[in-house]
């Protein structure tokens, strides 16, 4: 091949690099994400229901920025009568936060007035960071046609379970377990919604799994069962507290009652009023020491009695013997005598007093010192004087030899 062929081909081939995108040159470097970017939208601006029936959708912040944002939102405008407002999945919310590159829903509702009119209501949704820099107004509007259609209704999925009430302490978790019964003739997608006491926790839990949802797939003409894992406050008071469960396809919709029943809890702790859990005593001699029973629960204490755990002929008195009821936050003194057997040996002891109350007990040992009387101690010293005696007598005499 001749050099000017070469030369030829060579051309050819940096040429055709050069015209390749990406190749022979350099790549146009990706744009730097801006420090703040923010947008906010409406899954559906635009919707049309039957009349009664509410409204339900996301507004969905985009935070394309690399710093994180948070937003203050409310509703800017609303038709007369109508309900609105902006939450998750359980509260009423008034502003929410975007971390960086990242997006965030916020539910936007509104429920209809009774004798809500066909035509087109407009509602507006407003959202400004906090030091103003992003200002949004989005508007949603809905149509409103004539009387809903009842191609489903409330017969057409029901809710039934077999413990609608649960008891027990107020530290307890308490789980119901619910069947979700569907007559549809498709299989449904039902969304999941609990309500109940400020402060609790209620999630929904695939039976025999431990993952939280907040929808549950049923087949049609079928039924599945959804576990409803409620935590009390650690604030509430013994009580009943109502949880009203619903489920919601469409117009396909069902509730159920269920109720929690609170006990409280059951907690005692006792002591001394010093901390000291040690006394000294004699053999055959009480020794008294002075305790205290408080009720650290917040259910009212019942029956509370003493048990003793000491040695083998020894005597342990309570006075007062039993409690019959003690209030939450509420101490009461007990005097506690501990005797030992009269032919106890010197040394230490270990004495262990329970106090039992309502599902819930506290014990507390007691180590016990079992010193001589004074007695002995002026007989061993008469024993010693005589022995000193004795013995400077012998001296004396054997001394004159």
């Not at 998750?88 to 004798?115: E, L, N, Q, W």
């Not at 009387?147 to 999925?157: G, L, N």
């Not at 049609?220 to 650690?234: G, H, I, L, M």
């Amino acid at each position: 091949m001749s050099a000017s062929v070469r030369l030829v081909l060579v051309a050819g081939f940096v040429v055709g690099l050069m015209l390749m995108p990406g190749a022979g040159m350099a790549q146009e470097e990706k744009a730097p994400k801006p420090e703040r970017l923010l947008t906010m939208a409406a899954e559906y601006p635009g919707v049309e229901v039957s009349a009664g029936e509410n409204v339900e959708m996301d507004l969905i912040f985009h935070n394309k920025g690399r710093s994180d944002e948070t937003v203050r939102v409310w509703i800017e405008e609303q038709p007369e009568g109508w309900q609105a407002r902006l939450k998750t999945y359980r509260y009423t919310i008034t502003g929410v936060h975007v971390p960086a590159d990242s997006d965030k829903r916020v539910t936007f509702k509104a429920d209809p007035p009774k004798d809500v009119a066909p035509g087109e209501y407009t509602f507006r949704v407003a959202a400004q960071t906090r030091d103003g820099q992003f200002r949004f107004s989005e508007p949603i509007v809905v149509k409103v046609t004539g009387p809903q259609e009842e191609k489903a209704s409330y017969e057409d999925v029901t809710l039934t379970t077999t413990y609608p009430v649960l008891r027990g302490p107020t530290d307890a978790t308490f789980e119901f377990s619910v069947e979700v019964n569907s007559d549809l003739d498709e299989d449904t997608v039902f969304d999941l919604f609990a309500e109940g006491p400020r402060g609790w926790e209620i999630n929904f839990k695939p039976a025999y799994e431990s993952k939280y949802i907040s929808s549950l797939q049923v087949k049609a003409n079928q039924s599945r069962t959804v576990s409803v894992e409620v935590k009390p406050s650690f604030l509430a008071r013994p009580g009943e507290y109502p949880i009203k469960m619903r489920v919601s396809a469409g117009k396909a919709k069902a509730e159920l009652d269920l109720m929690v029943v609170l006990t409280g809890t059951y907690k005692l702790d006792a002591g001394t009023p010093s901390g000291l859990l040690s006394l000294e005593t004699q053999p055959g001699k009480p020794a008294n020491v002075s305790i205290y029973v408080k009720n650290t629960g917040s259910a009212v204490n019942r029956n509370i009695t003493f048990l003793s755990f000491k040695p083998e002929n020894w005597k342990v008195e309570f006075n007062p013997e039993k409690i019959e009821a003690l209030e939450p936050g509420e101490v009461k003194q007990v005097e506690v005598t501990i005797t030992p057997y009269e032919d106890a040996l010197i040394g230490d002891y270990s004495v262990a007093v329970e106090v039992r109350g309502e599902r819930a007990s506290k014990t507390l040992e007691f180590r016990t010192t079992v010193r001589a009387s004074a007695a002995w101690g002026w007989v061993g010293v008469l024993i010693i004087a005589g022995v000193i005696g004795g013995l400077t007598a012998l001296f004396r005499k054997f001394g004159r030899r």
